[in-house]
């Protein structure tokens, strides 16, 4: 039953290829002829019918395991099969031919003829429908200048061989091919390393093209507008960037977020369409989950809302990993100089990247963090803040003095700053030349049967009108308050 002529059935090509190239081969002008020849239909070929391809594989002299592995078998209502890639149909240009003139040119030998031609085949790298350049000759995969009969390989092309020959439908794409290369690779068999092989392989096509238009072109860019090859290098960077892993994803997720906008901006409009576009859109499916959990992470660890439900369990959430930007701004450290501190001890590798961009773990940094910040304790705060062990703890819980990070709930620890900016608060009051008429915080609490934080709390918010910083004293003594004034306010409350 074997044909007379048979052609080989290549590693990566598609079996529609294949079938248009036997046909080809012994002077059938197409698959459908083929098959009705044969008593099949091209429905039955389509649908991945068993009876179909035993009958074909009879006639190209293969196997029927081998045929089946690269042709699209559906599993589902939109979803296929082919090389043991799951593969959603939208993500799949299956009917159109698409060649990458060159590897044509490779496959036929020096001559190219109609006879030479048969041995260029579709390959199934080129089905995919965010593959848009050859990852060898890094020219755009191209579909025939005028629409032809669908999947017939061989007959659309014959048409084109002088173009083709001549390079005329060449058009070179250099920064292009990361996610093509990918995907021939994982295709072939290869286990890869990167971030990107957790997704399918079609799937992550369409993130990537996603991910690279909004760093290209900006968060609110959308794909109308953008040609073909702009495309491909969109998707070649969106590649390069989710490949390298969540660090570096989350470092972009940092600098949208950081990005000028509306006080007012939820994630939504800070994030522009991935956000929507992986909440609800075609990014929405269980196949993304893993770059959705990063913008989850992401979100729940810098923004201070989420509903009143779960307001209180963000506040308390332990921060996981700082930026020198925002290491900096919590100790108090010059951000040169902090980059030095961290990169001498092994905890940043030199990188010429922003501040806000070289992110490490919070809980790794944090010794080294309040050794170069001198963070201090709780009883050497109180000698320099002059404060007693409870009128600290009072203030602490009133949320007037804040420790900084580091130390336990019982013994909390403070930056240099806050105790910078407290010494400096307590001295910042214009002296008064009628001391009679002045009263320490201490001495008022007790007078009149309040606390120091309560008295504390009305100088910060400006009840108390009449303060004088005592010359010479250092610390929570040295302010003083009118005695009039603080009795009319403790009194009447
Ligand atoms: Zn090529």
Redesign the pocket.
């Known amino acids: 039953m074997r044909l007379q002529n048979t052609v080989a059935l290549y590693a990566d090509e598609t079996v529609a290829s294949f079938a248009s190239r036997l046909a080809a081969a012994n002077g059938i002008p197409s698959i459908t002829e083929l098959l009705m020849d044969a008593e099949h239909s091209m429905a039955g070929f389509l649908n991945g019918d068993q009876k179909t391809f035993n009958t074909l594989a009879a006639l190209g002299g293969v196997t029927l395991d081998d045929l089946t592995q690269h042709a699209f078998i559906p599993t589902g209502i939109s979803t296929y099969r082919c090389m043991g890639h799951e593969l959603g149909m939208r993500n799949l240009l299956r009917g159109r031919s698409r060649i990458?003139?060159?590897?044509f040119r490779?496959d036929k030998g020096p001559e190219l003829t109609p006879d030479t031609a048969l041995g260029a085949y579709g390959r199934i790298l080129w089905s995919l429908a965010s593959a848009r350049v050859?990852?060898?000759?890094r020219?755009s995969l191209i579909s025939a200048p005028e629409n032809t009969v669908q999947h017939e390989f061989s007959d659309t092309w014959s048409l084109w061989l002088p173009e083709i020959g001549e390079g005329s439908l060449d058009q070179l794409v250099a920064e292009g091919g990361l996610y093509e290369e990918h995907v021939a690779r994982r295709l072939a068999g290869d286990i890869l390393d990167g971030w990107a092989s957790r997704f399918p392989i079609d799937a992550l096509g369409a993130t990537c093209e996603m991910l690279g238009i909004s760093q290209i072109y900006g968060k609110y860019a959308i794909l109308g507008g953008i040609s073909g090859a702009e495309l491909a290098v969109a998707t070649s960077v969106g590649f390069r960037f989710l490949d390298s892993g969540p660090t570096e994803i989350t470092a972009y997720f940092e600098t949208l977020r950081r990005a000028l906008g509306q006080p007012q901006d939820r994630p939504q409009a800070r994030y522009g369409r991935i956000y929507d576009w992986l909440k609800r859109g075609a990014g929405s499916g269980p196949e993304l989950e893993p770059l959705r959990a990063i913008l989850r992470q992401h979100i729940l660890e810098n923004w201070p809302f989420g509903g009143r439900r779960s307001g209180a369990r963000l506040r308390s959430y332990i921060r996981r990993l700082h930026s020198i930007r925002t290491a900096a701004k919590t100790h108090n450290l010059h951000p040169k100089r902090l980059r030095h501190i961290l990169t001498d001890s092994g905890i940043i590798t030199e990188a010429d990247l922003p501040d806000f961009e070289v992110l490490f773990s919070a809980v790794e940094a944090q010794e080294i963090l309040e050794q170069a910040s001198g963070a201090v304790t709780f009883s050497a705060a109180q000698k320099r803040l002059g404060m007693t062990r409870s009128q600290m703890e009072t203030l602490i819980r009133a949320g007037i003095l804040k420790p900084g990070e580091g130390g336990e709930k019982a013994r909390p620890r403070f930056t240099e700053a806050t105790i910078q900016h407290w010494l400096a608060f307590f001295t910042s009051f214009r002296s008064s030349p009628k001391w009679d008429s002045l009263i320490s915080i201490v001495d008022a609490a007790r007078k009149y049967g309040s606390s120091t934080d309560r008295v504390k709390g009305l100088i910060l918010d400006h009840s108390l009108t009449k303060v004088y910083s005592v010359k010479g004293v250092i610390g929570f003594s040295a302010v003083v308050i009118d005695k009039a004034e603080v009795a009319r306010l403790l009194v009447k409350s």
């Open positions: 990458c003139p060159a590897c490779e050859c990852p060898i000759h020219l």
